[in-house]
């Protein structure tokens, strides 16, 4: 399951230019809004040294890492709910992903147009998230009104209940606020997870920033943009487009020195990976043998069989067993043999909930 980021902001904070960053894609970046108008997609690997020492150990035919894909969506305006700037019809791609990572401008340059009129990223943040209620809130309504009546006339427990829930959101999103700020039993969630609501989706916010604002606490942009996501509990990132240009064009090794050299311990886009698995629940098994070594990502608590059918469906229904060791215990160890030797290696049933870093053989007929 690869994940899926929409990449959302107002024109010109640096949407593309990040995207283009971080995917090594030559995307227009232009300066003028609504440079992007199509959604570009673009998918990164998900750095993981665990993979690197398992391929070193099994040297397999190939290697294949997880990936994170993102969609690069036109900058967001004023209105846009209403269809001011690229409208609504861009607001419908953000719905599909999994998470949405808000690119905030805190830097200033002349030079680069900012349809406000000036910088003011708490401001600009407050536009956008006033758009993404908005839009929610015009999908409730049109479920609203289509089951009220219908509810109300047939006593439908069912349709009452969800007519309780979608009040519940509309009266929050009437007010500007993020669903994801409320608190939803899982029968609540049940009755909204279908309509793809933005606002209830996980949202990271990444500060876009000059190099040297990358190890400096005197960017006033930075302090208020943090001072105002703590009080709602909201992720920030930084990350400086220039730096992330320079970054995708080094090895592995110069890349490394190159963060030492200007005081960072990794790249924004590797921060940005962690804190979106983290936010999200994400961890990763792994499948390893002489033809293949390859990560694969899941959610927090899913089962063995819910794993395995991330493989392959049939894997899931057919489900027997799963061969599961730990990662640590195979380094520890040196060797599958040497793991089963110790007995660390274990048989696992259709309950067990899989842990980050299991390297497992799934047994199954079909």
Excluded at 26 to 34: E, K, Q, S, T
Excluded at 100 to 124: L, M, S, T, W, Y
Excluded at 160 to 170: D, F, G, M
Excluded at 198 to 218: C, F, G, Q
Aim: proline content about 3%; glycine content about 6%; aromatic content about 8%.
């Amino acid at each position: 399951m690869a994940l899926k980021a929409g990449i959302i902001g107002m024109p010109n904070v640096g949407k593309s230019t990040l995207f283009n960053a971080i995917t090594k894609k030559n995307i227009l970046a232009a300066n003028y809004p609504f440079a992007t108008i199509d959604p570009n997609l673009g998918t990164v690997v998900v750095p993981d040294k665990r993979l690197e020492v398992l391929e070193k150990m099994y040297e397999p035919e190939r290697c294949i890492p997880t990936q994170y894909e993102f969609t690069d969506i036109a900058g967001l305006v004023k209105g846009a709910s209403l269809g001011e700037g690229l409208g609504n019809k861009f607001l419908s791609h953000i719905r599909e992903v999994d998470a949405v990572i808000h690119v905030v401008r805190c830097f200033a340059n002349k030079d680069i147009i900012h349809v406000e009129g000036d910088i003011n990223p708490v401001r600009d943040i407050e536009i956008i998230n006033l758009e993404l209620a908005m839009s929610d809130l015009e999908i409730i309504n049109n479920r609203l009104e289509r089951i009220v009546k219908k509810a109300e006339t047939s006593k439908d427990k069912e349709l009452l209940r969800e007519v309780e829930v979608l009040n519940k959101c509309k009266d929050a999103l009437s007010k500007g606020q993020n669903l994801r700020e409320l608190e939803f039993s899982i029968e609540e969630e049940d009755f909204i997870s279908s309509y793809n609501l933005i606002t209830l989706k996980p949202m990271i916010y990444l500060a876009n920033v000059s190099d040297t604002d990358l190890v400096s606490e005197d960017n006033p942009y930075i302090n208020e943009v943090k001072d105002y996501l703590e009080e709602k509990g909201e992720e920030l990132v930084l990350m400086s487009a220039k730096i992330e240009s320079e970054l995708v064009e080094l090895s592995d090794e110069d890349k490394l020195e190159f963060l030492k050299d200007i005081g960072i311990s990794e790249s924004g886009l590797d921060k940005l990976i962690n804190t979106t698995y983290k936010l999200l629940g994400l961890k990763t098994f792994f499948t390893v043998g002489k033809d293949e070594v390859r990560a694969w990502t899941f959610r927090s608590g899913m089962k063995a069989p819910e794993c395995a059918g991330i493989i392959h469906t049939d894997f899931q229904k057919g489900f027997i067993k799963a061969e599961v060791m730990s990662y640590t215990d195979l380094v520890e160890c040196g060797s599958e043999l040497k793991v089963k030797e110790a007995g660390k290696a274990r048989l696992e049933g259709k309950d067990y909930e899989m842990q980050d870093g299991d390297i497992c053989y799934f047994r199954f007929n079909v």
